[in-house]
C-alpha cells in the first residue's frame, strides 16, 4: 500500500512564477491537509480538504495561494506570483474517513524562490 | 486555537541513553500524534496516541488527556535516532508543537 505520495520532490521557481504541488493521498484515504514549514520551525496548518470541498482554509494566506481536490486526481496546492518568502517545505497529509483524526505524511515538496 | 508547547527544544545524548519528551496542550483533544522528522526532512508517524500508553520497541508513548499532555519515551537511544520529535494534536487538522531537536552521540 503506498503511502502519500507528493511530487515534485523539489520545485525551483523564479519570483513572479507559479508553482503546482501535487498529492495523492493513501488509498481509501478521502481527507487532505496540506501544512508549510519554514526552516527551523515547526508545521504550520493551510488548508483541510475533502472530495471536491475545502473544510477549513483558515491556514491559507488570502491572496496567491489556492488549494483543490477534484474528484478524479490528486490535490493540488497552487501559488501564484510566487515571492521568496514562499520558500518552504509543503507538505501533504491525509486520513481515512472513519478515522480522520489520524493523519499519514508524504515526503514533502520543497520549494525555492530564486 | 489550541495552542502545543513541546521541551525540551533541544537534546543531546551520548549513544544508548534514555531521554523522555513532552508535549502540553493548551485545551483538552482528541486526537495526538508523535512523529520523526529524520535529517532528510521525511516524517514518520510514531503513535497515534489520544490517551493511554503504547509502546513500539524502544519507543513508548504515555497520553494523559484529562492533564492535557503527552509524553514520549526513547531507551538505548541510538544514532538513527537524530532527527526532530513533533507532537501534533487537537481535533481536525493537527496543530503541532515547534519540536524537540535531539542529536544523539556516538
Known amino acids: 500500500n503506498a503511502g502519500v505520495m507528493q511530487n515534485p520532490r523539489h520545485l525551483v521557481r523564479r519570483r513572479g512564477q507559479e508553482a503546482r504541488l501535487r498529492c495523492s493521498p493513501m488509498k481509501g484515504h478521502s481527507h487532505v491537509y496540506w501544512y508549510r514549514q519554514l526552516p527551523e520551525e515547526g508545521l504550520k496548518f493551510m488548508v483541510y480538504?475533502?472530495?471536491?470541498?475545502?473544510?477549513?482554509e483558515s491556514g491559507m494566506p488570502k491572496e496567491r495561494f489556492s488549494a483543490e481536490f477534484p474528484k478524479e486526481g490528486p490535490s493540488i496546492l497552487r501559488i501564484q506570483q510566487v515571492v521568496r518568502g514562499d520558500s518552504a517545505a509543503y507538505f501533504c497529509?491525509?486520513?481515512?474517513?472513519?478515522?480522520?483524526?489520524?493523519?499519514?505524511f508524504g515526503q514533502g515538496t520543497r520549494l525555492t524562490v530564486v | 486555537g489550541i495552542q502545543v508547547e513541546q521541551s525540551p527544544p533541544d537534546l543531546i545524548l551520548q549513544e544508548g541513553a534514555n531521554s523522555t519528551l513532552r508535549c502540553n496542550f493548551s485545551?483538552?483533544?482528541?486526537?495526538l500524534q508523535w512523529f520523526h522528522q529524520n535529517p532528510w526532512g521525511q516524517l514518520i508517524n510514531l503513535f497515534y496516541?489520544?490517551?493511554g500508553t503504547k509502546q513500539n520497541g524502544r519507543l513508548s508513548a504515555t497520553t494523559v488527556a484529562t492533564e492535557r499532555y503527552s509524553l514520549l519515551y526513547i531507551s538505548s537511544s541510538q544514532t538513527t535516532d537524530s532527527g526532530v520529535y513533533f507532537c501534533g494534536g487537537g481535533n481536525t487538522p493537527l496543530v503541532f508543537g515547534k519540536g524537540t531537536r535531539l542529536s544523539v552521540i556516538a
Open positions: 496516541i489520544p490517551s
Open positions: 497529509a491525509s486520513s481515512r474517513p472513519d478515522r480522520y483524526t489520524e493523519a499519514f
Open positions: 485545551d483538552s483533544v482528541n486526537n
Open positions: 480538504l475533502q472530495k471536491e470541498n475545502i473544510i477549513d
